[in-house]
């Protein structure tokens, strides 16, 4: 998937300001902290990408984070935990269709400490990180 990393020239960083244009672009497998690079504060990271799931039914993504983030799935919202916070968790539910679905997440680092989680469970499987091979870019 397309992975997108934000700088703050101007201090505090927020979902809202995700809408800048990128420091750096590139491509990476895994929704985490990795692509940051070792970013300490005022970052934010844009995934984009696809999500393939294996069968119609409903499923439940979990996203943890310490600061905001926002999930959309197939253009609609599903998560929203905008914010400067500790981690938390945050979690939504949508019925998807079996096949690749458009995805967009979106996580800002205010000052502090920092984390990205991203888990789903469907049907026959529990909460677990996404598979890599069920992610693609565009």
Same mark, same amino acid.
């Given at each position: 998937?397309?992975? !997108?990393?934000?700088?703050?020239?101007?201090?505090? &960083?927020?979902?809202?300001?995700? #809408?800048?244009?990128?420091?750096?672009?590139?491509?990476?497998?895994? +929704?985490? +902290?990795?692509?940051?690079?070792?970013?300490?504060?005022?970052?934010? +990271?844009?995934?984009?990408?696809?999500? %393939?799931?294996? !069968?119609?039914?409903?499923?439940?993504?979990?996203?943890?984070?310490?600061?905001?983030?926002?999930?959309? &799935? !197939?253009?609609?919202?599903? &998560? +929203?935990?905008?914010?400067?916070?500790?981690?938390? #968790?945050?979690?939504?539910? &949508? #019925?998807? %269709? #079996?096949? *690749?679905?458009?995805?967009?997440?979106?996580?800002? $680092?205010?000052?502090?400490? $920092?984390?990205? $989680?991203?888990? *789903?469970?469907?049907?026959?499987?529990?909460?677990?990180?996404?598979?890599? %091979?069920?992610?693609?870019? $565009?």
């Amino acid at each position: 998937m397309k992975g !997108s990393i934000y700088v703050s020239t101007e201090g505090s &960083i927020y979902l809202s300001a995700i #809408a800048l244009t990128p420091a750096r672009k590139g491509v990476t497998n895994t +929704l985490d +902290l990795d692509f940051a690079q070792g970013g300490k504060a005022d970052f934010g +990271l844009r995934f984009t990408g696809y999500i %393939e799931v294996p !069968s119609t039914d409903v499923y439940v993504f979990n996203v943890e984070s310490d600061d905001g983030t926002r999930l959309r &799935i !197939s253009g609609r919202e599903l &998560i +929203l935990n905008d914010g400067v916070h500790g981690m938390n #968790a945050a979690r939504g539910e &949508i #019925a998807l %269709e #079996a096949g *690749w679905h458009s995805f967009e997440l979106i996580y800002f $680092q205010g000052t502090g400490g $920092q984390g990205l $989680q991203v888990t *789903w469970e469907g049907p026959g499987f529990l909460a677990t990180p996404i598979p890599k %091979e069920r992610l693609r870019r $565009q």
